[in-house]
């Protein structure tokens, strides 16, 4: 298994432009936020009634999901899934928020969309294919690298 320096170091690779890092640094999150958008918006029946969870910021299929990635990145690196952790539980509060005002899904898709126009945008000013093509992994990896990124 890589350690997290090793997977950093190969998503360094295609992001070393400084527009396209900045890119990342909104459009990453952003994407990663519209995601648990996206999964909070499946009807939770089932959760509620068979698991018996009834508060809606825990009992949906998003936060079961944001447990096993949760997993993931502590394998890694302890940290790394305090951050992570920090930042999965803002998503499920802000999209829980956003959803009593706006809808929710659609307000995901269209987030998701924009910020992966972002993305590759910002790929086309790097020159370089964005990691994910190479190994799916990096699609946990990227919000990881930004947030250490930010944190120096």
């Given at each position: 298994?890589?350690?997290?320096?090793?997977?950093?170091?190969?998503?360094?690779?295609?992001?070393?432009?400084?527009?396209?890092?900045?890119?990342?640094?909104?459009?990453?999150?952003?994407?990663?936020?519209?995601?648990?958008?996206?999964?909070?918006?499946?009807?939770?029946?089932?959760?509620?009634?068979?698991?018996?969870?009834?508060?809606?910021?825990?009992?949906?299929?998003?936060?079961?999901?944001?447990?096993?990635?949760?997993?993931?990145?502590?394998?890694?690196?302890?940290?790394?899934?305090?951050?992570?952790?920090?930042?999965?539980?803002?998503?499920?509060?802000?999209?829980?928020?956003?959803?009593?005002?706006?809808?929710?899904?659609?307000?995901?898709?269209?987030?998701?969309?924009?910020?992966?126009?972002?993305?590759?945008?910002?790929?086309?000013?790097?020159?370089?294919?964005?990691?994910?093509?190479?190994?799916?992994?990096?699609?946990?990896i990227g919000p990881a690298w930004v947030f250490e990124k930010l944190s120096r």
């Amino acid at each position: 298994m890589k350690t997290i320096q090793q997977w950093y170091d190969d998503y360094a690779v295609s992001h070393q432009n400084e527009t396209n890092q900045k890119i990342h640094y909104i459009c990453v999150p952003a994407i990663f936020f519209s995601i648990v958008g996206m999964i909070m918006s499946i009807p939770t029946g089932f959760i509620q009634n068979t698991l018996h969870i009834g508060n809606p910021m825990i009992g949906n299929w998003a936060s079961i999901l944001l447990v096993f990635l949760l997993l993931f990145y502590l394998r890694l690196s302890f940290s790394l899934f305090l951050r992570m952790l920090g930042f999965s539980v803002l998503c499920v509060m802000g999209n829980y928020y956003l959803g009593q005002y706006l809808p929710l899904f659609i307000t995901s898709v269209i987030i998701f969309v924009v910020a992966w126009i972002g993305q590759f945008y910002g790929h086309k000013i790097e020159g370089k294919k964005p990691s994910f093509f190479k190994d799916l992994q990096f699609l946990l990896i990227g919000p990881a690298w930004v947030f250490e990124k930010l944190s120096r």
